[in-house]
């Protein structure tokens, strides 16, 4: 199988663009190679995004890009010349000003719209090039019942605006939203996984009906492992309802980072065989992006780790379990949530066919999608969709990501040899 991994791998990689920009190079090309190198710059850019939104003036906007930057030690001419305009008032327009371009231009390549309406015309062109989509309402870690009532209102309307509008398009595409359990309720308590289950599902299961009476298929997302139990919980509870018994299409995501991940997969299948639903669940696996948190809690409390710790061990993982999930086709469908080549390649050698599909984040994966669609791989980018507020935590998860050196697409845009991209982990 190996030499197929690497033949599929090179075939990707001749068809991708000669140069493949660094997918948050809009930023600034400088700044985020030395945020990959200098913590306390990262640090610095991070507080930045955070904050950009609050800011009510340019003005202000350079007074906190001042003084995050005093923090760095080590000063390039660039940062010493940002930090000198931060002086006089002109200075701080001007640098205010390019801040905030930079943080809006760096935020509209992973967010397709404002709304549903404003994301159409890019889920239209992604669509004409033979890429599927799924749709994410930004906003999680909702703190009010009012707040986790808005996004549910904001998901229905979605469901209601992409069909509409999709049923008119060649193929009638499915429509496809993904939504996050942190977001459906203020109620997420570890200790007491079935507060925010009940409460999250009292706002899932209308959404449920909506998705079926409209042809539509409903994602829910993984978040932090303190929320594990209550969305796995949740999925299977609602499904088993007699009224979802044949509908909606449904998914959920499994995460490779976790050391306990092989027991979930097994815990997934062992109810999706009593379940005996149709359509199958989708599982949606993936690597995870909450690592550093997971890493910190863990350290905080003195827990072991219950990610892997060493990026090797995770891509193995998920390699492993990408042949238990297509080995336990059609009981589940698949699908392979990665930018990785390597990650990705595996999959495709493993299945020998098409009956899975691969899922990229729009801004990061695009490149890969239309090299995938061209070979007729069935690919789904997953499209943000929100203001920049309501942004800022995916936003700042996908920049942690690009800047970490062990990153696969840090390491390609860093120009390592095709032979490292896919050697085995
Ligand atoms: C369509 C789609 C949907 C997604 N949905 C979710 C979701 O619901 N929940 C979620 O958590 N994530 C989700 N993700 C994000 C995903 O978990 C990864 O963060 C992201 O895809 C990067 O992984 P990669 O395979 O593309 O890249 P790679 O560079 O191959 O892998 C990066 C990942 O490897 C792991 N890693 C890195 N360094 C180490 C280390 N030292 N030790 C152990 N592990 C390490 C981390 O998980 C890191 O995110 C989604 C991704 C996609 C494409």
Not at 181 to 192: D, F, G, K, Q
Request: aromatic share 4%; charged share 30%; glycine share 6%.
């Amino acid at each position: 199988m190996e030499e197929d991994v690497q033949r599929i791998g090179r075939e990707l990689a001749d068809s991708l663009p000669r140069r493949t920009r660094h997918p948050v190079k809009a930023f600034d090309d400088r700044a985020m190679e030395l945020a990959s190198r200098d913590g306390e710059l990262r640090a610095a850019l991070f507080r930045l995004v955070d904050v950009t939104p609050a800011c009510r003036s340019l003005d202000d906007l350079a007074r906190h890009l001042g003084e995050y930057l005093s923090e760095v030690d080590e000063r390039t001419p660039t940062l010493s010349a940002a930090m000198r305009a931060a002086d006089s008032r002109a200075g701080r327009k001007a640098l205010g000003a390019a801040a905030a371009t930079a943080v809006r231009h760096m935020a509209h390549r992973f967010i397709v719209g404002e709304s549903p309406e404003d994301a159409l015309k890019t889920l239209r062109a992604l669509h004409d090039d033979g890429v599927l989509t799924t749709v994410d309402l930004l906003g999680e870690a909702t703190v009010s019942s009012a707040e986790a009532d808005r996004y549910a209102a904001r998901c229905a309307d979605a469901l209601q605006t992409l069909a509409g509008a999709m049923a008119s398009w060649p193929g009638e595409p499915e429509t496809n939203l993904s939504v996050k359990v942190s977001a459906l309720t203020p109620a997420l308590r570890p200790e007491a996984p079935d507060l925010g289950r009940d409460d999250a599902a009292a706002r899932l299961r209308p959404l449920l009906s909506t998705a079926r009476d409209l042809g539509a298929h409903l994602h829910v997302d993984m978040e932090s492992l303190d929320s594990l139990e209550t969305t796995l919980g949740l999925v299977f509870g609602l499904l088993e309802e007699d009224e979802f018994s044949d509908g909606p299409s449904a998914g959920l995501v499994l995460q490779a980072y976790l050391r306990d991940s092989p027991d979930e997969l097994g815990r997934i299948l062992d109810w999706a065989r009593r379940a005996e639903r149709t359509p199958p669940l989708t599982i949606r696996l993936v690597k995870g992006a909450y690592s550093d948190h997971e890493l910190i809690e863990a350290q905080q409390h003195g827990w072991s780790a219950p990610v892997f710790e060493s990026k090797a061990d995770c891509d193995r993982n998920f390699e492993e379990l990408t042949r238990r999930l297509l080995d336990a086709r059609p009981l589940v469908r698949v699908a392979i949530g990665s930018h990785n080549l390597r990650s990705v390649a595996h999959a495709l050698a493993y299945a020998g066919d098409t009956d899975l599909e691969v899922q990229v984040l729009r801004g990061l994966g695009d490149d890969l999608a239309h090299a995938l669609a061209k070979r007729n791989v069935p690919v789904r980018a997953y499209c943000p969709v929100g203001d920049l507020v309501a942004g800022m935590a995916y936003l700042v998860r996908r920049l942690l990501e690009n800047t970490a050196n062990e990153s696969f697409l840090h390491e390609q845009a860093r120009g390592a040899a095709v032979e490292e991209l896919l050697a085995a982990p």
